[in-house]
DNA sequence: AATCTGAACGCAAACGCTTGCGCAACAGCG
DNA sequence: CGCTGTTGCGCAAGCGTTTGCGTTCAGATT
């Protein structure tokens, strides 16, 4: 069918594993074959087996990449970044979409990049028994999301400060009945709703305001769930009159929930969330933004470091991004009476 | 390191041969032995290579997807539908994100995914040059974007009615004065905009409203040139009093400049989008609903279909999904003086 | 009892590449 | 002008599977 290296060989009148050497940019070739090669591969439109090359060189040139949902902005926006890195670089990547639990289990078990990936990028946050296995693999682990993990190099924010941005934000405007959307129903071992929450507490203590567990809501992460989540803060005796979300989806629901009650932003309620969405802006939401594409990148960059210089094994590096409060239209003093 | 075939073989006590057969199912092998072969697999932690088994079969069991921009919503939403069907018929997903042209180009001169992938589900509109590229991989071949093309199964909306509502919709209304934000600086071969430009055009005609070119502009399919269509559109002598674009997030953009302008939706200017862009319902924005998620879910489905019946070649089908008209807050009847 | 028939399994040849090693040919050295 | 390096290339042995074919053997058929 297609030309094998074979063909190319016969044609250029020279040996198979010359052939290889020349394409590969390997030295040991004199340039005029090395051109002459080149030449003919063309001509015949080769294109090397990667199955082949990969049996034969144990290397894959394949990055696999673990995402809990493709479709959200967030991990699109990340993929996106590190997929340009991967390519750049001569890299393939090997999509694994693990949404479901079921999903997700299965993958964990069956663990089908074993010997299909150079290394793992993982935008979900893997458990103990998980990480165990990805480490199992043997190849270099990064992710962009969750706390530091043995084994693994992670590039993320500071999502303490970003919180005390945000909520220091809504007390200086004057609110003292601050609410919070986080998104506690994700998995475990993932520390980004628990230290936004640790530093909302922070906050809240320090500026000598009481804490009311009844205006915290679970969002799930989702708009449906920031809207859910805001409903039932309205619902309650003595309801906020600004509002912090730990994600700008789940933001933009609450945004939804109160047009719903007919409240006006930010006359009745102000609304301050996380991330700096693509469509933050158009919504004027109040965020504190973070560089989502440039974390996709920067880990890419650091798996491919590690690739080429396999001398030092695990770095586990530690890299944090700057973060930032983009001040928008959804956020204002309360009323001087309350929101009713 | 990692187990061999030949490690199972020996440790069950049978032939190399025998493993592969009951580890894929295959007959010729009894059951106690099957099981023995089962259990002693599990136990090494053996998981088969790809690259060997591709090499030795020919198939690969991995579709390719090739998309201009993974960060995108609806690229996003289609990759994640096609993705879990994919998984779950036991294909790997390979994820080229073609968004600039050299990348682009690079690609489609180096083919990366030939003897890669069993079949290639591609988002973005390959030129003729791209097409028969694709073609000389000889595998299936499917799209979810643009118009019919030989060799392609194509699943997609009827772009023309899906306008039709839309536009129809603001002449309803009482307006006369629309404008439209397109996409039409896409890639050539792509009938999507020149259909939903046709189909405005024709509504127009049928309404007998006469055409003014000045109120066509370019929003590149991006928020930001939505944002700067609407823009221009302002800057005419007459503007618009309603707005059509071509997708939800060039409306979103437009959205963003009319709130800079300081005019508001709808009493100053109506806007419809087209999509029913996740975010569509946060903002209000009355749209056209197409299912994106389900054109990938069947796009995938029907290639999945001809890699199991590699009987019937290119069966070339043309699936056409449902598309209706969701009102939502942004179209109203134009303001009795105009804008002004 | 001799023959036939499957089922169950092993043998060995691919599949298309990479790479260590060997061997010329040729340059530079004293 | 021999000797030692260096350069350029071919040989052949893998890499870990799959699969057509051959062999064995138990049970059914005459």
Chains 1, 2 share one sequence.
Do not use: C
Request: a negative charge; zero cysteines; glycine letters at 8%.
């Amino acid at each position: 069918m297609t030309a094998s290296i074979n063909d190319v060989a016969r044609a250029a009148g020279v040996s198979a594993s010359t052939v290889s050497r020349a394409l590969r940019g390997r030295s040991g070739v004199s340039d005029e074959v090395r051109d002459k090669i080149t030449a003919v591969a063309a001509q015949l439109g080769y294109t090397a087996s990667r199955s082949a090359a990969s049996l034969a060189s144990g290397r894959t040139f394949t990055i696999g990449v673990l995402v809990p949902y493709v479709g959200r902005w967030f991990f699109g926006t990340v993929l996106d970044a590190a997929e340009r890195e991967f390519s750049a670089a001569g890299y393939d990547v090997l999509l694994y979409n693990l949404g479901s639990p079921e999903i997700r289990k299965r993958f964990f078990t069956r663990l089908p990049v074993r010997k299909r990936v150079d290394a793992v990028l993982t935008l979900l946050i893997p458990d103990e028994e998980e990480s165990a296995a990805l480490r199992s693999l043997g190849v270099p682990l990064a992710t962009t999301v969750g706390g530091s993990r043995p084994g693994f190099t992670v590039v993320g924010i500071d999502d303490r400060a970003g919180t005390e941005s945000a909520v220091r934000h809504l007390v200086n405007l004057g609110h003292r009945r601050i609410g919070m959307i986080s998104g506690a129903s994700g998995p475990l071992h993932w520390t980004t709703p628990i230290d936004r929450r640790n530093a909302y507490l922070d906050v809240l203590a320090d500026a000598g305001i009481e804490h009311d567990p009844a205006l915290e809501a679970d969002g799930d992460y989702t708009v449906e769930g920031g809207e859910r989540a805001m409903t039932e803060l309205l619902a309650v005796s003595r309801p906020p009159t600004a509002v912090y979300a730990q994600s700008d989806e789940m933001a933009m629901g609450a945004l939804r929930a109160l047009r719903r009650h007919r409240l006006r932003v930010p006359e009745d309620v102000s609304v301050v969330g996380f991330d700096d969405h693509e469509l933050a802006d158009v919504v004027g939401l109040t965020t504190v933004a973070q560089p989502v594409a440039d974390q996709g990148a920067e880990a890419a960059r650091l798996l491919l470091r590690q690739l080429d210089e396999p001398g030092a094994e695990p770095p586990t590096e530690q890299v944090q991004m700057p973060i930032r409060l983009v001040l928008r239209e959804t956020t204002a003093p309360p009323r001087p009476r309350g929101p009713q």
